[in-house]
């Protein structure tokens, strides 16, 4: 029996491991790195978060991985390209914007996207979603303190929850059809969310 392929994955933190849990059904071989020491990437500038990708791919590589997940938004927006170039003929890279973009576009014409600042300002999630779906309106909104409520788990401060909501009420006035937790830290939000809006928005 041949020995089964190690698959990199990783996020900033904690956050990809909701990602993680989707794929180990796969029965796939993973090793996961959460990048606790730098998080969060989400105010960090472009070189910062593609110096702190690289390494991470480069430890993938030095552990024999073909195959890396990029779980996490800020990488897969400031950083995929510019590693796809250094490294795409060494190890297949799986940027998570790009691959989920094409699925978010058949979802509804008016999109609201909760990332990290740098994930907002890339602009990354506009124009994949834009090349599935010319008629969609997305409106891509920084949320600086979710990843700190999430990490350092103050979900049931009152403040976090008057936080969360006012950040979600900003898209709910827009309209969106759909809100996509553009940070793979916000699904561990939902049960403060699901409170403000209805579960299928998101
Ligand atoms: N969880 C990451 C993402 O999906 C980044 C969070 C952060 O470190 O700011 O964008």
């Known amino acids: 029996?041949?020995?089964?392929?190690?698959?990199?994955?990783?996020?900033?933190?904690?956050?990809?491991?909701?990602?993680?849990?989707?794929?180990?059904?796969?029965?796939?071989?993973?090793?996961?790195?959460?990048?606790?020491?730098?998080?969060?990437?989400?105010?960090?500038?472009?070189?910062?978060?593609?110096?702190?990708?690289?390494?991470?791919?480069?430890?993938?590589?030095?552990?024999?991985?073909?195959?890396?997940?990029?779980?996490?938004?800020?990488?897969?927006?400031?950083?995929?390209?510019?590693?796809?170039?250094?490294?795409?003929t060494i190890i297949k890279i799986h940027p998570l914007i790009q691959t989920v973009a094409p699925y978010i576009a058949r979802e509804g014409n008016i999109i609201g996207i909760m990332s990290t600042c740098a994930t907002a300002q890339s602009k990354t999630y506009t124009k994949e979603i834009l090349k599935a779906n010319d008629k969609a309106v997305v409106y891509e909104l920084g949320c600086p303190d979710f990843v700190k409520i999430v990490e350092e788990r103050l979900y049931d401060k009152k403040e976090s929850v008057e936080y969360v909501k006012k950040y979600l009420n900003i898209l709910l006035d827009k309209g969106c059809e759909k809100i996509v937790l553009g940070c793979t830290h916000y699904p561990y939000l939902t049960d403060i969310l699901t409170r403000f809006a209805p579960k299928d928005i998101f």
């Open 1 to 88: 029996m041949t020995e089964k392929e190690l698959i990199g994955i990783f996020d900033s933190g904690v956050g990809g491991l909701s990602i993680l849990k989707k794929l180990l059904p796969s029965g796939g071989h993973y090793l996961y790195f959460g990048d606790t020491k730098n998080v969060p990437y989400g105010n960090k500038t472009k070189e910062e978060i593609i110096n702190f990708t690289r390494n991470i791919i480069e430890f993938f590589i030095s552990k024999g991985a073909k195959r890396v997940v990029m779980a996490c938004n800020t990488s897969s927006a400031l950083a995929y390209d510019t590693l796809e170039k250094e490294f795409g």
